[in-house]
Nanobody, 122 residues
Framework: QVQLVESGGGLVQAGGSLTLSCAAS????????LGWFRQAPGKEREFVAA????????SYAYSVKGRFTISRDNAKNTVYLQMNSLKPEDTAVYFC???????????????WGQGTQVTVSS
């Protein structure tokens, strides 16, 4: 069983930056692919970014490509999401997720955190 806890959310002005962290416990994440998802009010949860077990492969949603960067530190059992040039439409609850696979994916995650709120003001 993997427990995931996100942190780093908050209120930021448009154009600003935030870095989200997701710490895992229960099992080492070194053999898990990891992802970030988000859910805005009244909308379905959507894929944001994913990273392979080694960190050598990443993928991004078109809406965040070039602005967000996913990374991981397996020694710290932590995954990060660096968010730059934030827009009001990035406002959402952000979730991290893990899947017992080496391959990054936009879906099929087994473990989820509780989420952290990101609010971008215009």
């Amino acid at each position: 069983q993997v427990q995931l806890v996100e942190s780093g959310g908050g209120l930021v002005q448009a154009g600003g930056s935030l870095t989200l962290s997701c710490a895992a416990s229960g099992r080492t994440l070194s053999s898990y692919a990891l992802g970030w998802f988000r859910q805005a009010p009244g909308k379905e949860r959507e894929f944001v970014a994913a990273i392979s077990w080694s960190g050598g492969s990443t993928s991004y949603a078109y809406s965040v490509k070039g602005r967000f960067t996913i990374s991981r530190d397996n020694a710290k059992n932590t995954v990060y999401l660096q968010m730059n040039s934030l827009k009001p439409e990035d406002t959402a609850v952000y979730f991290c997720a893990a899947r017992p696979s080496r391959v990054a994916s936009v879906s099929a995650y087994d473990y989820w955190g509780q989420g952290t709120q990101v609010t971008v003001s215009s």
